[in-house]
């Protein structure tokens, strides 16, 4: 998997990997045995937040052959994450939120997240949420803008 990464994936989204977030994907790796694919979701950049596409957005990614039963992991690559309560949500299901990662260094950081088992499907396009929250959590007021870079989705395939 590592290596269709390598090929797939440029060397600046490999470099801004942390060795810790790649010794993960590595722990990991078991979830995701013979058969693995991935899609790439997002491959070109974009602002969430009031000074960007706004509070809600959607995209759509197909995953070919998806054995639905085994857990997939997303990948999300971000710059200026400041808040807490940013969302990520496939076909409905709420999964972990964006982990707060800006120091004011401006660098990338990459979120690692689990998606359960019968989530994602194979027949028909699966849908990406994403969402920008105030400090509160709430839609009100200045909502956390942050640049989502990259999204990719690793998988299981039947
Ligand atoms: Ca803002
Ligand atoms: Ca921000």
């Known amino acids: 998997m ?19 977030l790649a010794a993960l994907l590595l722990a990991i790796q078991p979830a995701l045995a013979a058969g693995a694919s991935f899609t790439i979701i997002v491959r070109s950049a974009f602002t969430m937040g009031d000074a960007g596409v706004g509070d809600d957005h959607e995209i759509d990614f197909s995953t070919p052959g998806v054995n639905a039963g085994r857990r997939a992991v997303l990948m999300v690559q971000t710059r200026d994450v400041d808040f807490t309560f940013n969302g990520v949500q496939i076909n409905g299901t709420s999964l972990q939120n964006l982990v707060q990662h800006d120091t004011g260094s401006d660098e990338s950081y990459v979120h690692m997240i689990i998606v359960p088992a019968n989530v994602l499907r194979a027949d028909q396009p699966n849908t990406l949420r994403l969402t920008s929250r105030n400090l509160d959590g709430n839609l009100s007021g200045n909502l956390d803008d942050f640049v989502v870079e990259r999204v990719v989705i690793h998988y299981e395939v039947q």
């Open 2 to 20: 590592l290596k269709q990464m390598t090929s797939k994936l440029s060397k600046r989204t490999l470099t801004g990997m942390s060795l810790a």
